[in-house]
């Protein structure tokens, strides 16, 4: 079993959360196909996708080269080939994906935002109330011991 791909350093978590690249329909179900499987190959996607759709090796390759141009998915070079892997987690991307779409809003808009995430936690499940209630008490704690 090979090493798994060399990491970038995290950001500070008082850093500016850098925006989301825009991404196709092909490219974010490549992603997704990578958050599924963890490392793969062109023959691996097309193999699982590519075929299926009678879309190219080559094109699924181009697809994985895009994702990591964007800093979406890590590659390395084994043998003749690249191996790839997502750069962020499926988690870390949806927790950017929010923190980008709320980061500019103020005052009325962001309670607005914030009203409508909770009744869409609890419609979903009555749970989320009590996870989010923790997360809440949390962030108040580490704020206060600044």
């Not at 090979?2 to 329909?25: F, H, N, T, Y």
Request: no cysteine; charged share 30%.
């Amino acid at each position: 079993m090979r090493a798994p791909l060399r990491r970038p350093p995290r950001p500070s978590p008082s850093a500016k959360v850098p925006a989301l690249p825009l991404l196709g329909e092909l490219e974010t179900t490549v992603l997704e196909y990578m958050w599924d499987h963890g490392e793969i190959d062109v023959k691996d996607v097309h193999r699982d996708i590519g075929a299926r759709r009678g879309i190219t090796v080559s094109t699924i390759q181009s697809t994985l080269e895009r994702l990591h141009r964007k800093g979406l998915a890590r590659r390395e070079r084994v043998s003749h080939a690249y191996r790839y892997e997502p750069a962020l987690s499926r988690g870390e991307f949806r927790a950017r994906a929010v923190a980008v779409a709320a980061g500019d809003l103020k005052g009325a808009a962001a309670r607005g935002v914030l009203a409508a995430f909770v009744d869409l936690a609890a419609k979903v499940d009555h749970g989320n109330l009590d996870h989010l209630e923790a997360l809440v008490k949390k962030a108040r704690g580490q704020r206060g011991a600044r």
